[in-house]
Nanobody
Framework: QLQLVESGGGLVQPGGSLRLSCAGS????????IGWFRQAPGKEREGVSCISSSGGTTAYADSVKGRFTISRDNAKNTVYLQMSSLKPEDTAVYYC?????????????????????WGQGTQVTVSS
């Protein structure tokens, strides 16, 4: 059974950068598309970005295009989310989850109902 663990969150000033990691265990991560999601207090969980199992296709929500970059290293069983030009509205708990490649080829951000094997989340706070 695939298990996912997020790390790399923290407190950063507006305009700063962070890199989140999603480490897989129990099953090779290369079998799965991976999505990043976030949930702010009082709001629904939303899709941020996703990457196909091979890493050849990526997709982003409009709110993060041009600022966030998703990548993966299947040899290390890890997917990354590089976040730059962070804004206070990016503050949330960030989660990764596993899905199918068809969710990435659609071309928009990942949908919560199409992913599973959720990690426990990592807090990102953007504040001065």
């Amino acid at each position: 059974q695939l298990q996912l663990v997020e790390s790399g969150g923290g407190l950063v000033q507006p305009g700063g950068s962070l890199r989140l990691s999603c480490a897989g265990s129990g099953s090779p991560l290369e079998y799965y598309a991976i999505g990043w999601f976030r949930q702010a207090p009082g709001k629904e969980r939303e899709g941020v970005s996703c990457i196909s199992s091979s890493g050849g296709t990526t997709a982003y929500a409009d709110s993060v295009k041009g600022r966030f970059t998703i990548s993966r290293d299947n040899a290390k069983n890890t997917v990354y989310l590089q976040m730059s030009s962070l804004k206070p509205e990016d503050t949330a708990v960030y989660y990764c989850a596993a899905g199918g490649d068809y969710t990435v080829h659609r071309g928009s951000g990942p949908r919560v109902d199409e992913y599973n094997r959720w990690g426990q989340g990592t807090q990102v706070t953007v504040s001065s």
